[in-house]
């Protein structure tokens, strides 16, 4: 039974292996375009809940750009899961505040 549902992830896993430093750069490069959009929404109306927001995007691309020089840099894991987690923490504080923030 577990077979059955283990063996389809296996075969999803590797195809997404296949992909993952390209992966990595599209994250990135996307995460930094929403930085920036959010950043320009700031500065036209300087509304906390944009900095907020841009904040969020700013660590989200921060983290991203980690794991792109853990590629040219790093034999092992230069941002373990436990930094990573910090970071999506910040990022989930961040977010929610811009988005709840009256």
Known sequence: MIEM???????????AAAFDVP??????????V???IALLAFQK??????????LAFA???AKWLLKILDI?????????????????LFILLALII?????
């Open 98 to 102: 811009g988005i709840f923030k009256k």
């Open 45 to 54: 109306t300087k509304s906390n809940r944009f900095l907020f927001i841009a």
């Open 23 to 32: 992966t990595k750069f599209l994250v990135f490069v996307l995460s930094a």
């Open 5 to 15: 549902i283990t063996g389809p992830l296996r075969y999803i896993s590797r195809i």
């Open 59 to 61: 660590l989200f691309a």
């Open 34 to 36: 929403v930085f920036i």
């Open 72 to 88: 040219f840099l790093s034999p092992g894991i230069f941002l373990p899961d436990s930094s990573e987690n910090v970071f999506e």
